[in-house]
């Protein structure tokens, strides 16, 4: 079934920029003051607690590529996409309070060595945590720039070992019914299931995330965990996962089956190929009123090109 998705933008309900900023100035003045020590030592263990928990002490990250300023915490937190908490861009968040974070944990399968599944406070410390400012772009023209809370995806290949048959990676999303009211219509094929190559997750850009501006992931950004591959359009980055799959073969993902035509596979963010019903050449940010060009790769050309090299991104789009 395809999603009529509505891709003109309303303007946003923007609250002033000021409320990321005193965050950041909260995060540095507890650096500063030297409590960031008491803060920061057990970040799995403060994890643990509801969305909107401090995260303490967080790595600084080479690979916050962009100085384009971040987008409000209230426009990201009240602005997207989580189709089983409802259809539109403002029931995730009016909807998601009703998802249960804890107890929670994820299962790695498929062709690895041996399956394991993981409970969440210990994945939250399977490597310091960093903060990654990115751009991102949602295939319906919107996008915005989101400091996210995470690790790369490759701190995982230290706990699993994949076999040599593993080419893909499927990220499978909770589906239940009793916490997500919208999983009993058939909006989409439940559960919500995405799937990149082996060699894009573990490009050093491709991140789990738990949190974003220095506090732990809302529930409708996907807590607790979810995944972000910041040169792919939105929908690649699965929320609140519950099973890391390995397989051989590309699998058909929630978005190929729902309309083949409009949502490839590999959805990097391609201006020069238009969705099926608009253009892709532009986007709107969240919270500015002119459009801005589309950058190929979403701006990240030069660190993720070449995994596509001799590929032709005209059809596999
Ligand atoms: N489980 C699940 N994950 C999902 C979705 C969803 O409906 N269900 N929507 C996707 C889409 S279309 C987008 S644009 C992003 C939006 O989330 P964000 O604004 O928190 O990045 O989440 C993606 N992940
Ligand atoms: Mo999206």
């Known amino acids: 079934m395809l999603i009529r998705h509505p891709h003109n933008i309303p303007p946003s309900n923007i609250t002033d920029p000021a409320v990321y900023a005193s965050r950041r100035k909260f995060i540095h003045t507890m650096l500063l003051a030297g409590s960031a020590g008491a803060l920061g030592v057990a970040h799995g263990q403060q994890a643990a607690g509801t969305p909107g928990a401090s995260l303490g002490k967080l790595q600084s990250s080479p690979f916050s590529l962009t100085d384009d300023k971040p987008t409000p915490f ?52 399977w490597a310091p945590l960093e903060e990654r400012i990115y751009r991102m772009r949602c295939v319906e023209g919107w996008s915005a720039v989101i ?28 589906a239940d ?21 082996l060699d894009e997750a573990r490009h050093p850009l491709t991140i789990l995330a738990v949190g974003m501006y220095g506090e ?24 609140s996962i519950v099973r890391i799959r390995f397989v051989e073969k ?20 391609n201006p020069d190929v238009p969705h099926r019903r608009w253009s892709q050449s532009h986007e709107r940010r969240l919270g500015e009123f002119f459009k ?26």
């Open 216 to 239: 732990t992931m809302p529930k409708q950004n996907g807590a607790p965990l979810r995944l972000v591959v910041p040169w792919k359009y939105g929908f690649k980055g699965a929320k």
């Open 177 to 197: 019914p009793e916490q997500m009211p919208y999983v009993r219509i058939p909006l989409l094929d439940w559960p919500y299931m995405e799937a990149i190559r």
């Open 147 to 174: 400091p996210w809370v995470g690790f790369p995806f490759s701190e995982l290949l230290k706990h699993v070992e994949p076999t040599g048959n593993a080419k893909f990676v499927e990220f499978w999303t909770l």
């Open 74 to 125: 209230k426009s990201v937190s009240t602005y997207g996409n989580f189709y089983e908490f409802g259809p539109d861009k403002e029931s995730p968040a009016r909807n998601a309070y009703r998802l249960r974070t804890r107890p929670w944990s994820v299962t790695v399968d498929g062709e690895v060595k041996t399956a394991k599944t993981f409970a969440i406070e210990d994945i939250l410390n």
């Open 250 to 269: 590309q699998p058909a993902t929630t978005w190929t089956k729902a309309g083949p035509e409009e949502y490839g596979f590999y959805s990097n963010v």
């Open 292 to 317: 801005r060009k589309t950058l190929p790769f979403n701006g990240y050309a030069e660190q993720v090109a070449g995994l596509y090299a001799g590929m032709d991104l005209q059809k596999n789009f």
